[in-house]
């Protein structure tokens, strides 16, 4: 690839990887890998299982960029590569047991902490919601993708895509709820250990499922 | 892809009563106000580099060699940079000396790369995992050791990059940011009209005082020694000086 490759497109950059450019893909990672990388930290909330996510996703992407039709945006379609290799991992995780955790510990106190805390807090109770809830809310609250990208990036219907943010949204009001029996220990959490997959730091939520919100009009996506 | 106003009720269910859009929206701005990730830590970008770096290996028929260097993911040079500077995963040397990079060689899978610390230290040719820089379409040694290459002895020179004990490395300064660009590399094989595969050495320094890559290829009619300034590129390489070599 030539310093071209500066003024290409996404997809000429693709296309250009397909025909054997040995530059193209790695210019196309450079553009989009911290938009990548903050996609698989936030979904997974620990740095080596994003890491790892990361890497899967882009061996997917070079290897599979033939296949790319062009009916999404390049980056939708890194986007979409990239969240599903971390669902991939949140499912294997949760396929593996995991280890309860110790009674939560008391609150600190310090008021130097607390707004570390309420992060953590808050990283850790969306590390406990359904992976398509966490997703969403990942993609449209966290990531700032409008409602239609992130539809495109998951490839669900636009009303499946507020469903999972309605409902997740509403089950993060319930885990972050103090006295919730719902919410789980939080405490002593960092950023990189809030996966339930790979931490001991989170009790399962009773049912499996962090508790249906009670105020949101319906409990199925709608497409 | 673009960054939404978290208040912006587009994003909201349809079907909620007043008290569950309330409390929709302060999650949502719970969720907005986390700070941003930042950028792929180094470490991560090293490796995914070194991944696809061999996953391009693999596809070209080749093996990468132990301990093989790659092309950082790290954002493109500008146009109008020299050749040589890049900001990354350069191969840095203890007490600032000359900066040597092996670059993948099918015949010599087992040197990849060295750095010499120190003025007085020659550059020597060792495994080890520091290294950046690989070239996919070119091979040959590679130093920035600064020599003051002039006319009158450039064939001599440049004979002794190709030597198994390569000259002394004279002391350069700030040669430990210097970083081997495979891509650039190519690119300058090109503007001075050889072959991306011809290269045997190539190397950092100055002609007549002058801030020069001097590169040992193999011609039509055999090896030559090129000069070229360091920002070596198609369209502003200024060919310095060249000469056949024995």
Same mark, same amino acid.
């Given at each position: 690839?030539?310093?071209?490759?500066?003024?290409?497109?996404?997809?000429?950059?693709?296309?250009?990887?397909?025909?054997?450019?040995?530059?193209?893909?790695?210019?196309?990672?450079?553009?989009? $890998?911290?938009?990548? @990388?903050?996609?698989?930290?936030?979904?997974?909330?620990?740095?080596?299982?994003?890491?790892?996510?990361?890497?899967?996703?882009?061996?997917?992407?070079?290897?599979?960029?033939?296949?790319?039709?062009?009916?999404?945006?390049?980056?939708?379609?890194?986007?979409?590569?990239?969240?599903?290799?971390?669902?991939?991992?949140?499912?294997?995780?949760?396929?593996?047991?995991?280890?309860?955790?110790?009674?939560?510990?008391?609150?600190?106190?310090?008021?130097?902490?607390?707004?570390?805390?309420?992060?953590?807090?808050?990283?850790?109770?969306?590390?406990?919601?359904?992976?398509? $809830?966490?997703?969403?809310?990942?993609?449209?609250?966290?990531?700032?993708? *409008?409602?239609?990208?992130?539809?495109?990036?998951?490839?669900?219907?636009?009303?499946?895509?507020?469903?999972?943010?309605?409902?997740?949204?509403?089950?993060?009001?319930?885990?972050?709820?103090?006295?919730?029996?719902?919410?789980?220990?939080?405490?002593? *959490?960092?950023?990189?250990?809030?996966?339930?997959?790979?931490?001991?730091?989170?009790?399962?939520?009773?049912?499996?499922?962090?508790?249906?919100?009670?105020?949101?009009?319906?409990?199925?996506?709608?497409? | 892809?673009?960054?939404?106003?978290?208040?912006?009720?587009?994003?909201?269910?349809?079907?909620?009563?007043?008290?569950?859009?309330?409390? $929709?929206?302060?999650?949502?701005?719970?969720?907005?106000?986390?700070?941003?990730?930042?950028?792929?830590?180094?470490?991560?970008?090293?490796?995914?580099?070194?991944?696809?770096?061999?996953?391009?290996?693999?596809?070209?028929?080749?093996?990468?060699?132990?301990?093989?260097?790659?092309?950082?993911?790290?954002?493109?040079?500008?146009?109008?940079?020299?050749? @040589?500077?890049?900001?990354?995963?350069?191969?840095?040397?203890?007490?600032?000396?000359?900066?040597?990079?092996?670059?993948?060689?099918?015949?010599?899978?087992?040197?990849?790369?060295?750095?010499?610390?120190?003025?007085?230290?020659?550059?020597?040719?060792?495994?080890?995992?520091?290294?950046?820089?690989?070239?996919?379409?070119?091979?040959?040694?590679?130093?920035?050791?600064?020599?003051?290459?002039?006319?009158?002895?450039?064939?001599?020179?440049?004979?002794?990059?190709?030597?198994?004990?390569?000259?002394?490395?004279?002391?350069?300064?700030?040669?430990?940011?210097?970083?081997?660009? *495979?891509?650039?590399?190519?690119?300058?094989?090109?503007?001075?009209?050889?072959?991306?595969?011809?290269?045997?050495?190539?190397?950092?320094?100055?002609?007549?005082?002058?801030?020069?890559? #001097?590169? #040992?290829?193999?011609?039509?009619?055999?090896?030559?020694?090129?000069?070229?300034? $360091?920002?070596?590129?198609?369209?502003?390489?200024?060919?310095?000086?060249?000469?056949?070599?024995?």
């Amino acid at each position: 690839m030539t310093s071209d490759s500066d003024d290409a497109s996404d997809a000429e950059l693709l296309a250009a990887h397909v025909a054997g450019d040995p530059d193209a893909f790695a210019e196309l990672v450079r553009r989009h $890998q911290d938009r990548l @990388w903050a996609v698989a930290l936030r979904t997974l909330a620990d740095r080596e299982e994003a890491a790892d996510a990361l890497q899967d996703a882009l061996v997917s992407a070079y290897r599979r960029a033939g296949s790319f039709r062009g009916d999404a945006a390049v980056t939708t379609w890194l986007h979409r590569i990239v969240v599903n290799a971390c669902l991939d991992r949140v499912r294997r995780a949760r396929a593996r047991p995991t280890v309860p955790l110790p009674e939560r510990e008391p609150a600190s106190g310090r008021d130097e902490h607390a707004s570390t805390e309420a992060a953590l807090d808050v990283r850790a109770a969306l590390a406990r919601l359904p992976e398509s $809830q966490r997703a969403a809310l990942v993609l449209v609250d966290m990531h700032g993708l *409008s409602v239609a990208e992130a539809a495109a990036v998951l490839e669900v219907a636009e009303g499946t895509v507020k469903s999972r943010c309605a409902r997740g949204r509403a089950a993060l009001a319930a885990l972050l709820q103090p006295d919730s029996p719902a919410a789980g220990p939080v405490s002593g *959490s960092s950023a990189g250990s809030g996966n339930p997959a790979t931490s001991s730091d989170v009790r399962p939520v009773p049912g499996g499922t962090p508790a249906p919100p009670s105020r949101v009009g319906s409990e199925g996506e709608r497409a | 892809m673009s960054n939404r106003d978290p208040f912006d009720d587009d994003v909201f269910d349809d079907h909620l009563d007043a008290d569950a859009l309330a409390e $929709q929206r302060e999650v949502r701005a719970l969720l907005s106000s986390l700070p941003d990730p930042g950028p792929v830590p180094p470490d991560v970008v090293d490796r995914i580099t070194r991944t696809l770096r061999t996953l391009q290996e693999q596809d070209a028929g080749r093996t990468p060699a132990a301990g093989a260097s790659v092309v950082p993911i790290t954002p493109r040079r500008p146009q109008h940079r020299p050749l @040589w500077l890049a900001a990354a995963a350069a191969v840095v040397l203890a007490g600032g000396g000359a900066v040597v990079s092996q670059l993948a060689s099918d015949t010599s899978a087992t040197s990849t790369s060295a750095s010499v610390a120190g003025s007085s230290a020659s550059p020597e040719r060792t495994s080890g995992d520091g290294a950046r820089g690989v070239a996919p379409d070119t091979s040959g040694r590679v130093y920035a050791s600064g020599t003051p290459y002039r006319r009158a002895d450039l064939v001599r020179q440049a004979a002794a990059l190709l030597a198994p004990s390569p000259p002394p490395a004279a002391e350069r300064p700030g040669a430990a940011g210097l970083l081997m660009d *495979s891509t650039a590399l190519s690119a300058c094989l090109r503007a001075v009209g050889a072959a991306a595969g011809s290269l045997l050495a190539a190397d950092l320094g100055t002609y007549e005082g002058r801030p020069a890559v #001097v590169l #040992v290829v193999t011609g039509r009619s055999g090896r030559e020694v090129v000069v070229a300034d $360091q920002d070596c590129r198609p369209g502003a390489a200024t060919r310095l000086a060249s000469a056949p070599m024995p």
